[in-house]
């Protein structure tokens, strides 16, 4: 048996750590929990040994060994570690994101009494307590509570403390402060299991209703006893008891007559398995994705990838198909393919947003063979379809970034849907793209795997051009349906002619007035959330900034949701979340003449009340989707012709197949063009182009109205013409002059520190190294001011790395850790973002 394990645990440390085998010998890939810098953590086996330790080193011994086999195989091993080295993250914070069990770990803090509170007690016992103490008596008095009841120098949960001295923890924390106690965590194994209660009537009193008959075969019963016994038996003799209470509830009957049932023998309480809802939008008269015929353009796209699939090995697509093109219809034929092979799919969407829509018609295609992940599941949700997966139960797999590691057997076919979209990037350690991983994985389990997009990103689409990647295309639509006509409106003639700024053009309330009319659906993009998006003062031009964070802060009007809960106007951050109250005068000079700036999508919602008083409009931003299934309420609700006008942020230009939809606004959406970011026009032309798709998949023409500033920009140009080739050719010009991906490679380092100081001399100290270090293959721009400088209270310089090759820039970048570790720079307080989406 091996004396040593090396565990990789979740803290920003570039390496592992070595324990002693505590009995139980762990294998690689599995779970174990270890005391780590005073307090339990768990980590996952990398490695067993018998190598010796240096001298004078002794290794602490391991708590528990959770898993008995492994939970992560070879290849996932093999990933962790690609993406390890590749993000330059710590292995241990990568192993933890792959592995969603958090529910099956319970973590508290336990207290033992330390020798000065020993001694504390001992005193005053002896001499009384203290009176130079700011404590009240009863604070005292609680005090040597806490040191009677852990005299015996056994460790106490904090629960069990609590409830028996009454100490609160704000208490407990300062005998901790004064050394009167010793405060642990302790980390031990959860059952992680979804349970639900459910009450079960008894064989003898299975047949019972409310007749005479009935209650003669009974034992004595009184009324309230009855009423329990008739609801169990007009639902088949089996009910949850949370259910079952509310209904005995509204009859009067309280808990203690099922209680007496149960004693009694004619009830009995059983745990079940809670069922889990996978969701779904309701599309009466809708067929799912499977259900279409495939037309000639699908039937090629199925058979080149099941020709891949049949072959074996890796083998990266890219499906290219413009809007309503049928690519879901693809996705799901070529996942047929895959299980009638004896293998499993998976499936990745940008968004949660896009989960409900998808996983419906994954059910209704595949039935119970598929299994949900993303990070809306609460942990027991995540641990158990985890588990369904890792067991073979679910073949078929949907998910947002991290479904990427789900422990699929037999994998045969990886596809990424929107591959484009940046949300598939991880904006916290590790900062991984779902995409590339998702090749990675693929090519680690030899299996097929497709990228799709009606816009894809200019590095899939450069690895089609090269050959790295077999370019599949869709150019039609499905049913020979046109792409919608896309009209500019410019918006500088607009305020010529109105003489004001107005939200929406007259264009766009006319075409909209006439969609209603004819009874048709209207889509309206607004892609900023709040009311006003700056607040002013006309008198100094100060903005009312976030005290967090170095971005203005955006006006909220007071609102009341459908579930009653009402939002009072507040001036909010977008990035941290603060909020507060909108204030009467200008927090600098005191002026009384502040200035609301620009309109978001609850300005937009306002207006188009008043513009349409007999529409149906609904609105979709983050503030209206905010829980697991309010998403799947509003597109039922569009589905279903309830809303006809929706106005939105982007959340609405993804995905979406609304058949009733025949025109398209697009307000503001160009104001992106101007962010500080290489791929603004990119994004720009994405999202023209996804949120024009919306338009015209049904029987009807589409139509899309575009309000901008900038109609010559070639962004906007070759967005209306639905021109994508003709995009890509334009804009691989810039990125090839100026050296950005993808003919070249990046990566955004951060240096923060909640003192700016402190930040800025780091930045310079790293600055001073690269400049000694310089690389002849690597280019180093930088140090300089993020361009938010200051986020979440956290001060903020960054450098942008750009180098050819990808072994250059990743061997500067470990060279520059290792560095940074020698000078003492924290490595917490160094973000390292290895192909860098936004730059922010």
């Not at 016994?229 to 099922?258: D, P, Q, T, Y």
């Not at 603004?680 to 049904?698: N, Y």
Request: aromatic letters at 6%; proline letters at 3%.
């Amino acid at each position: 048996m091996p004396v040593y394990c090396d565990v990789a645990l979740p803290v920003p440390l570039d390496r592992s750590f070595t324990y002693a085998v505590n009995g139980v010998a762990p294998v690689i890939g599995a779970r174990v929990i270890v005391p780590f810098s005073g307090q339990m953590l768990m980590g996952v086996v990398v490695r067993v040994h018998d190598d010796a330790l240096p001298e004078g080193v002794e290794a602490k011994p391991v708590q528990t060994v959770m898993d008995s086999t492994p939970l992560l195989d070879a290849g996932q091993m093999e990933l962790a570690r690609w993406i390890a080295q590749y993000y330059c993250a710590p292995a241990g914070e990568v192993l933890r994101g792959m592995l969603p069990l958090a529910a099956e770990v319970k973590r508290q803090w336990t207290y033992r009494i330390a020798a000065a509170g020993r001694r504390v007690l001992y005193e005053g016992a002896a001499k009384g307590a203290s009176r130079r103490t700011r404590l009240t008596a009863e604070e005292q008095n609680r005090e040597y509570a806490v040191l009677n009841y852990l005299e015996n120098g056994e460790a106490a949960k904090v629960g069990a403390l609590r409830s028996a001295t009454g100490a609160n923890r704000r208490l407990l924390e300062g005998m901790v402060k004064k050394k009167w106690l010793e405060r642990e965590a302790v980390a031990e194994e959860r059952d992680a299991r979804r349970l639900v209660r459910v009450a079960v009537v008894s064989g003898e009193s299975s047949e019972v209703s409310e007749g005479d008959e009935a209650k003669a075969r009974l034992p004595k019963l009184n009324e309230k006893q009855l009423a329990v016994m008739a609801e169990l038996a007009a639902v088949g003799g089996r009910l949850a008891v949370a259910e079952l209470k509310e209904r005995l509830a509204k009859r009067g009957v309280g808990e203690s007559s099922v209680v007496t049932l149960v004693k009694r023998g004619l009830v009995a309480i059983v745990e079940e398995a809670e069922s889990f809802a996978l969701g779904g939008v309701r599309t009466d008269g809708k067929k799912d994705a499977h259900e279409h015929a495939l037309n000639e353009e699908q039937m090629e796209a199925v058979g080149t990838i099941a020709a891949a699939m049949l072959k074996g090995g890796f083998r990266p697509h890219l499906l290219y198909g413009v809007t309503g093109s049928g690519k879901t219809t693809v996705y799901f034929a070529a996942m047929q393919r895959a299980l009638d092979a004896g293998k499993s799919a998976l499936l990745l969407v940008p968004e949660i947003g896009l989960t409900p829509a998808m996983a419906g018609q994954m059910y209704a295609a595949f039935g119970d063979h598929v299994a949900l992940l993303h990070s809306g599941l609460t942990p027991d949700e995540r641990a158990e379809q985890w588990h369904r997966i890792r067991r073979g139960d679910a073949r078929v797999v949907v998910g947002t970034r991290s479904a990427v590691f789900a422990p699929m057997q037999h994998l045969g076919l990886v596809i990424v849907d929107e591959e484009h979209d940046s949300s598939y990037k991880q904006e916290e350690t590790p900062r991984y793209h779902g995409r590339d991983v998702a090749v990675m994985r693929a090519k680690f389990a030899e299996c097929t795997v497709v990228l799709g997009s009606a816009t894809p990103s200019l590095e899939s689409w450069s690895n089609a051009e090269r050959g790295r990647y077999a370019l599949v295309e869709m150019r039609q639509r499905v049913m020979g349906r046109a792409l919608p006509a896309v009209e500019l409106i410019d918006m500088r003639e607009e305020f010529q002619a109105v003489g004001k700024e107005e939200i929406f053009s007259r264009a766009l309330v006319a075409e909209t007035q006439a969609a209603l009319d004819r009874g048709e659906q209207v889509i309206l993009l607004l892609n900023r959330r709040g009311y006003s998006f700056t607040v002013i003062c006309r008198s100094c031009g100060e903005k009312v900034e976030c005290e967090n964070c170095a971005i203005s802060m955006t006006y909220h009007k007071a609102v009341t949701a459908e579930d009653g809960v009402a939002d009072g106007c507040r001036l909010e951050c977008h990035y941290c979340g603060s909020r507060r109250t909108v204030p009467k005068t200008c927090p600098k000079c005191a002026s009384e003449h502040l200035y609301f700036l620009g309109a978001g999508s609850q300005q937009g919602e306002e207006k188009l009340r008043e513009l349409f008083p007999n529409a149906r409009i609904g609105r979709m931003d983050r503030d209206t989707v905010r829980g697991r299934f309010d998403m799947e309420r509003l597109l039922a609700r569009l589905h279903s012709g309830e809303i006809n006008l929706l106005v939105g942020t982007q959340m609405i230009a993804k995905g979406h197949d609304i058949h009733g939809v025949t025109l398209v606004g697009v307000v503001g959406a160009d104001h992106a063009l101007g962010m500080p970011d290489f791929r603004a026009a990119e994004r720009v032309f994405q999202l023209l182009t996804q949120v024009s798709g919306r338009a015209g998949r049904g029987e009807l023409a589409g139509k899309v109205l575009v309000q901008t500033y900038h109609r010559d920009h070639y962004a906007v140009k070759f967005a209306s013409a639905h021109d994508y080739p003709g995009f890509v050719a334009k804009e691989m010009q810039f990125r090839r002059s100026l050296h950005y991906p993808p003919f070249a490679v990046l990566a955004n380092v951060v240096v923060q520190s909640e003192k700016m100081e402190e930040a800025a001399g780091w930045a310079a100290q790293l600055g001073r190294w690269f400049e000694r270090t310089k690389s002849a293959e690597v280019r180093v721009l930088g140090p300089a001011a993020a361009p938010i400088v200051k986020l979440k209270r956290i001060y903020r310089f960054h450098f942008i790395l750009k180098a050819q090759r990808r072994s250059s820039l990743g061997a500067l970048l470990r060279a520059m850790l290792g560095a940074a570790g020698e000078a003492g720079i924290p490595r917490r307080n160094l973000v390292v973002d290895v192909d860098a989406v936004h730059l922010m």
